[in-house]
């Protein structure tokens, strides 16, 4: 699991560090360095997969360093991982060439990732499958393989703690199915693959996803990812694998499009992903995910000491005699009744905010 992490001349951090835990969750002010975060997670596993920590659509790495360093600073991520952290160190010569160091480390070293954007795929008639493909280990970054991964993972058994008291079955197949029932009650979904087309399509109560609620199509990767990833799987070899490496969730916004009842079960349901061991990092601006979460821990079936709030802002400050600003995270604890010991402004006050404007007279 990783337990830190620390950035420098990164985007908006130009010497920041941060403690993680089995559920961390992100929140605060948009453009504040919460994705930022869990961009520099991403760039560190792709490194230590293919060398290479360039992600797609995000620029040369040049456009990573923080905007105060000067041209010869380099960027510095490093994840702590207990008794091996890893360290990605990039240089830039003297014409702003990126120069990184290889990753010696064992690929064992860092955790399986399983990374859902907040940009997911909308209602699709169809959505990929690849019969080629030997491995499978998540949904896509914008949920496009769930049906597939689905279709590969139906039988396998779930941890009990995910369980859905009205699931039919221990299935990874039959549980989806009753989440799902949580956010839009009365739902039936099924799936299937066309081999020949290296395709899959759903139907959500016998309809084509277009014609049903937009909210389901975005919210089935989250439940799956959470599902899934916290299974037996029947690969055994795929299952030694995830063991081996550990799961690690980045979850961005998974309360995109759900009524806030949903968003409350989602936070209980990415908790008890949590209470299984694997470690879930999540994005949210909604007060109902973070509720959800809340509840979990008072309910006890996430402790307090394994969940890890942080709220990002910005701050001004002068260096140099230039204007500058930087990332900064207040991080309230939470307490076994699900309490915070303190809340930052700007921290879900919006609601009494309005409130209180509303009771004002005119």
């Given at each position: 699991?990783?337990?830190?992490?620390?950035?420098?001349?990164?985007?908006?951090?130009?010497?920041?560090?941060?403690?993680?835990?089995?559920?961390?969750?992100?929140?605060?002010?948009?453009?504040?360095?919460?994705?930022?975060?869990?961009?520099?997670?991403?760039m560190?596993?792709?490194?230590?997969?293919?060398?290479?920590?360039?992600?797609?659509?995000?620029?040369?790495?040049?456009?990573?360093?923080?905007?105060?360093?000067?041209?010869?600073?380099?960027?510095?991520?490093?994840?702590?991982?207990?008794?091996?952290?890893?360290?990605?160190?990039?240089n830039?010569?003297?014409?702003?060439k990126?120069?990184?160091?290889?990753?010696?480390?064992?690929?064992?070293?860092?955790?399986?990732?399983?990374?859902?954007?907040?940009?997911?795929?909308?209602?699709?008639?169809?959505?990929?499958?690849?019969?080629?493909?030997?491995?499978?280990?998540?949904?896509?970054?914008?949920?496009?393989?769930?049906?597939?991964?689905?279709?590969?993972?139906e039988?396998?058994?779930?941890?009990?703690?995910?369980?859905?008291?009205?699931?039919?079955?221990?299935?990874?197949?039959?549980?989806?199915?009753?989440?799902l029932?949580?956010?839009?009650?009365?739902?039936?979904?099924?799936?299937?693959?066309?081999?020949?087309?290296?395709?899959?399509?759903?139907?959500?109560?016998?309809?084509?996803p277009?014609?049903?609620?937009?909210?389901?199509?975005?919210?089935?990767?989250?439940?799956?990812?959470?599902?899934?990833?916290?299974?037996?799987?029947?690969?055994?070899?795929?299952?030694?694998k995830?063991?081996?490496r550990?799961?690690?969730?980045?979850?961005?916004?998974?309360?995109?499009?759900?009524?806030p009842?949903?968003?409350?079960?989602?936070?209980?349901?990415?908790?008890?992903?949590?209470?299984?061991?694997?470690?879930?990092?999540?994005?949210?601006?909604?007060?109902?995910?973070?509720?959800?979460?809340?509840?979990?821990?008072?309910?006890?079936?996430?402790?307090?000491?394994?969940t890890?709030?942080?709220?990002?802002?910005?701050?001004?400050?002068?260096?140099?005699?230039?204007?500058?600003?930087?990332?900064?995270?207040?991080?309230?604890?939470?307490?076994?009744?699900?309490?915070?010991?303190?809340?930052?402004?700007?921290?879900?006050?919006?609601?009494?905010i309005?409130?209180?404007?509303?009771?004002?007279?005119?």
């Amino acid at each position: 699991m990783i337990e830190k992490i620390k950035l420098s001349n990164f985007k908006s951090f130009s010497d920041f560090q941060i403690p993680l835990s089995n559920l961390t969750l992100l929140s605060g002010l948009n453009n504040s360095g919460k994705s930022s975060l869990i961009q520099a997670v991403r760039m560190v596993s792709n490194w230590s997969q293919t060398g290479d920590p360039t992600l797609p659509e995000h620029g040369s790495l040049e456009e990573m360093r923080n905007i105060n360093a000067s041209k010869k600073a380099s960027i510095d991520i490093t994840i702590e991982i207990p008794g091996k952290p890893v360290h990605m160190k990039i240089n830039f010569s003297d014409n702003n060439k990126p120069i990184i160091e290889p990753f010696n480390e064992s690929l064992d070293t860092f955790p399986l990732i399983c990374y859902l954007s907040a940009e997911r795929w909308g209602p699709r008639v169809y959505l990929p499958a690849y019969k080629y493909m030997k491995e499978l280990f998540h949904v896509g970054e914008h949920g496009e393989y769930v049906v597939d991964f689905l279709a590969r993972h139906e039988l396998d058994i779930i941890n009990s703690k995910l369980k859905h008291p009205k699931a039919e079955g221990d299935t990874l197949e039959w549980n989806v199915r009753a989440w799902l029932t949580e956010v839009a009650p009365g739902v039936d979904f099924r799936h299937s693959i066309e081999q020949k087309r290296d395709s899959s399509y759903a139907t959500i109560n016998g309809f084509r996803p277009p014609n049903t609620g937009f909210g389901l199509s975005y919210t089935l990767p989250v439940i799956v990812s959470l599902l899934g990833m916290t299974s037996d799987w029947n690969n055994k070899d795929d299952e030694q694998k995830k063991k081996k490496r550990g799961v690690l969730i980045l979850l961005e916004n998974p309360e995109a499009h759900l009524h806030p009842k949903g968003q409350t079960v989602i936070g209980e349901l990415i908790a008890k992903a949590a209470s299984t061991g694997i470690q879930i990092i999540v994005e949210t601006h909604s007060e109902h995910v973070i509720d959800g979460i809340r509840l979990a821990v008072k309910n006890e079936i996430l402790s307090n000491e394994k969940t890890v709030f942080h709220y990002f802002k910005t701050q001004r400050i002068i260096k140099d005699k230039i204007s500058q600003y930087e990332t900064v995270v207040e991080t309230p604890k939470i307490h076994q009744n699900g309490r915070l010991d303190f809340w930052p402004e700007g921290f879900f006050d919006q609601m009494l905010i309005n409130r209180a404007k509303l009771a004002g007279r005119r």
